[in-house]
């Protein structure tokens, strides 16, 4: 280095010093007193050189542009010799001040926590200077006291650290194919108590020889998503609002239209959009949880599969592995399937499997059915929808079990197709004689109802005093007519089933006609579980084979529902 460039750096070092403490001027005042507490004691003088002052700096990057834009720059590109900077202007400033020559710059302990950078990206560390990343933290180790090494002190405790692990969060998407590695993280003087496993967090720090070291971590808060004014979706809500339910019939036909008529297997397609559209990121409420039950299992499990991709996140467990947190011999806290699937769903699968094993099946009911996971002792709220299927019950035992079920999910969602094989047969031969044809019965493509439901999540739904009323009502005259069909959570179930039917047709307070649509659905559940009940008129079920038939189908039911509740009342 001849004598020129060493010049260039002393006088670029005295710039950062000037700026640095053009940006610390309103807070020096308090540092030097605070250091002056830490130093100016009764001690002796060998006592006094093993004090230390620890100062955090929140650092933000855009707001310090205002004072220096070389300063900001300086700690992107070298961050250790920006921190290394601030300590030498904190000591600088420290012994001037106190008159105190013997306090030495390693008793100044500096940790910069800057903020996110612009356009942090998904789990992409880079090798040199300043970055930051976002991603989902799946697995952490307990808080640990740690030690670093100094010239002047051999060894000193200077914090908590905690080692962890972030994925990128496309990697628990069902649409995407890539695969992710984690990325390895050391939390330095990060309180173990904000960090939450399957949240979203961006981590700002430095990639060093030991790994990648956190200089700040924080949660991440996601951007309202808004619709596509050219988004097909619009117009065709706009082409059916005469009714308050054909346009909710349409986007649940376009589930699994590749595999099956759009109106079969219309009643659990109805329960996977709706859970869809119960999730919202300014709610603890617990999503619609799905049980699917029919003769057959394989239209459930391709259904939920194509459902899924919609969704933010969808996790499918390993079956045996532990469903809330795993704690290993190692000392890792790793996150459960219900954590990693937040905002999203958790697909479980075929419940037989879970029903015969105790442990996972009951913590999985219980986390259900309380709408909380049990993390250390802590509760955190359900944000995940669990969905899964079981073929129809066969044996009383079964029936039984059946019965707990549904006092958890609240009702199981219907994989008959009713009266439509001859739709479905014709639907398969246009598939295979026609593909373009049969591929042509809308505009709506994946991306559309992907943004849609996901825009949905930013949607604040209220039920007024006439909503609640008849969802009530309904409570009371079938657990009149019916006392051992409704379970106690139903009337939150079908609370609900009416928020999300309200958010699909992007309401923000329920009608009621979305109650309607709700008992409706219930109502065909139930009696399709328990029989119709002989006390009371069977209620006309809203078996459609096409949509134009949507609307007076309901209509009917609501006429039935009118009077199902005035004829309870009186008889009460």
Not at 89 to 112: A, D, G, R
Not at 147 to 168: C, V, W, Y
Not at 210 to 232: D, L, M, S
Not at 236 to 257: D, E, H, I, K, V
């Amino acid at each position: 280095m001849d004598e020129s460039e060493k010049k260039r750096n002393l006088f670029k070092m005295f710039l950062l010093k000037k700026y640095i403490l053009i940006y610390l001027n309103n807070k020096m005042e308090d540092i030097v007193q605070r250091a002056g507490a830490v130093f100016q004691t009764e001690l002796g003088k060998n006592d006094r050189q093993h004090n230390f002052f620890f100062y955090e700096m929140h650092f933000d990057i855009l707001q310090s542009t205002d004072t220096s834009g070389y300063m900001s720059q300086s700690v992107i590109r070298e961050p250790l010799v920006f921190k290394n900077a601030v300590r030498e202007v904190i000591h600088l400033c420290v012994t001037t001040l106190l008159h105190n020559t013997k306090i030495n710059v390693s008793q100044i302990i500096v940790s910069v926590i800057p903020s996110t950078l612009p356009g942090a990206g998904d789990c992409v560390v880079h090798t040199e200077g300043l970055c930051s990343f976002r991603g989902v933290l799946v697995e952490h180790t307990v808080a640990k006291k740690y030690t670093e090494m100094s010239e002047n002190i051999q060894h000193r405790s200077t914090g908590d650290l905690i080692l962890a692990r972030f994925i990128n969060e496309h990697g628990l998407q069902m649409c995407e194919t890539k695969t992710y590695a984690a990325v390895l993280v050391k939390l330095t003087e990060i309180n173990s108590d904000v960090l939450e496993l399957g949240s979203v967090y961006n981590v700002t720090g430095i990639q060093t020889q030991h790994g990648f070291e956190a200089w700040n971590c924080v949660r991440h808060v996601p951007r309202p998503i808004t619709i596509n004014t050219a988004n097909p979706i619009l117009t065709l809500c706009a082409s059916l609002a005469y009714s308050p339910w054909m346009f909710t019939y349409a986007l649940a036909a376009q589930l699994g239209r590749h595999l099956y008529c759009p109106m079969s297997f219309m009643h659990l397609k109805m329960g996977l959009l709706l859970s869809l559209a119960s999730h919202n990121r300014r709610s603890n409420f617990a999503c619609i949880p799905v049980l699917a039950m029919g003769e057959d299992t394989l239209e459930a499990a391709q259904l939920m599969q194509c459902a899924s991709q919609y969704a933010v996140r969808c996790v499918y467990p390993t079956f045996g592995q532990p469903v809330l947190v795993h704690h290993r011999k190692d000392g890792w806290l790793e996150a459960g399937p219900l954590l990693l699937a937040q905002g999203g769903v958790c697909a479980l699968g075929d419940w037989d499997k879970y029903r015969r094993a105790d442990k996972l099946g009951f913590n999985i009911r219980a986390a259900i059915e309380s709408g909380n996971i049990n993390v250390d002792g802590s509760n955190m709220p359900l944000q995940s929808a669990v969905w899964t299927y079981w073929r129809t019950p066969r044996t009383f035992k079964e029936k039984q079990q059946l019965q707990a079920l549904i006092n958890v999910f609240g009702m199981p969602f219907l994989t008959e197709s009713h009266d439509n094989y001859e739709s479905d047969v014709d639907f398969h031969v246009a598939k295979h004689t026609s593909p373009a044809i049969a591929d042509a019965s809308t505009t709506i493509t994946h991306a559309h109802l992907r943004e849609f439901l996901q825009a949905l999540n930013e949607y604040d739904v209220a039920l007024n005093a006439e909503t609640q009323s008849l969802i009530k009502h309904y409570f009371v005259a079938s657990r009149t007519y019916r006392p051992a069909c409704l379970p106690v959570r139903a009337v939150g179930f079908l609370t609900g089933l009416t928020e999300a039917h309200a958010r699909l047709n992007q309401r923000q307070y329920a009608l009621i006609e979305d109650v309607v649509a709700a008992i409706a659905f219930y109502e065909e559940s139930i009696q399709r579980v328990f029989g119709v009940c002989d006390l009371s008129t069977p209620p006309p079920l809203n078996h459609v084979a096409d949509l134009t038939q949507v609307d007076a189908g309901m209509r009917l039911f609501e006429r039935w529902l009118q009077n199902y509740v005035t004829t309870a009342q009186t008889i009460a």
